[in-house]
């Protein structure tokens, strides 16, 4: 028979009380007193918390726009009464008129009812005013002259109603030719006191003939001569109630709705409708407010 020696014995049975208690009551390993054991797979990063606020950038300035991020979930976004579109990431893009306040509210609301605002805070503008010491025209017309233009006016404000799904709003717009500046954007006469139509657009002066290009991708959805003021006419949808026009064309090699992509040809410049010289009047417009195409095409090199 083995003798073993007092001491020896109880030392293994202290270890094996203590193997039984780590093994827990089945059987398998528990963790170990300092946290995880060393075969445990590494701990996870947090998810990050879901987007609670705007996230914006643009040109906050009267004429200008923005392009932005939506809170997380939001159901619907607004600019001031605009309603503002939603891309299924989230990104939408508005814009300031010419004439817009100091101060505008975008506004998002979620899925429980709550409404997330910020303020946002619209630069002003020194615009190029001429005032003249002689009365305004009356501006009336004809009953012949508006039997013609109302179904121009109407076919343009169906254009601009278009929606079509385009995405060039998310592109860094182009200039659609470069060339002198002969009329910038804003420009207005006050007539003995009594204010005038302001520029709505700006007219670029390449030469008669030249070639000009779609700003951003989109569809056309107007491209028509012949019109009273704007003569030759080519309207382009870019998406998210963005659209531009250009008026006085020599030329429109587009179709409407056809797609054109950035850079492509779309007419050349021209004087025909009402226009003083061969020019390319260039005009951009974010539902009915209107913004300057120096702002989205930057300098022009």
Do not use: C
């Not at 014995?9 to 827990?24: F, N, P, S």
């Not at 987007?51 to 392009?67: D, N, P, S, T, V």
């Amino acid at each position: 028979m083995t003798r073993v020696h007092p001491r020896r014995a109880l030392a293994a049975a202290a270890a094996g009380a203590l193997a039984l208690v780590a093994a827990g009551p089945g059987g398998g390993a528990a963790a170990a007193p300092d946290g995880a054991a060393p075969d445990d797979p590494a701990p996870t990063r947090p998810a990050e918390p879901a987007r609670a606020h705007f996230a914006i950038e643009g040109r906050l300035i009267q004429g200008g726009y923005l392009r932005g991020t939506a809170p997380a979930g939001a159901t619907r976004v607004t600019l001031a009464d605009r309603e503002v579109a939603l891309a299924p990431d989230g990104r939408f893009f508005a814009a300031f008129d010419r004439d817009a306040p100091e101060t505008l509210v975008l506004e998002a609301v979620m899925p429980d009812g709550r409404t997330l605002r910020r303020e946002l805070a619209v630069a002003r503008r020194q615009w190029d005013i001429e005032r003249v010491n002689v009365p305004k025209r009356s501006g009336g017309t004809s009953e012949a002259w508006w039997r013609k233009r109302k179904p121009e006016w109407e076919a343009i404000v169906a254009a601009r109603a278009q929606e079509t799904g385009a995405t060039g709003w998310r592109q860094d717009f182009v200039w659609p030719v470069k060339g002198r500046i002969s009329g910038r954007f804003g420009r207005q006469r006050i007539y003995q006191g009594e204010p005038g139509s302001y520029h709505s657009g700006i007219d670029i002066a390449p030469g008669a003939g030249t070639p000009f290009v779609a700003p951003a991708d989109g569809v056309v959805v107007l491209a028509r001569t012949g019109f009273s003021l704007e003569g030759s006419l080519i309207i382009i949808d870019h998406g998210m109630g963005l659209n531009s026009a250009f008026l006085h064309a020599s030329r429109i090699v587009v179709e409407e709705g056809e797609a054109v992509t950035q850079g492509q040809h779309i007419g050349n410049v021209g004087a025909s409708g009402r226009a003083t010289g061969p020019h390319l009047h260039w005009s951009l417009m974010w539902k009915d407010w209107r913004l300057d195409p120096l702002l989205l095409a930057g300098p022009m090199d």
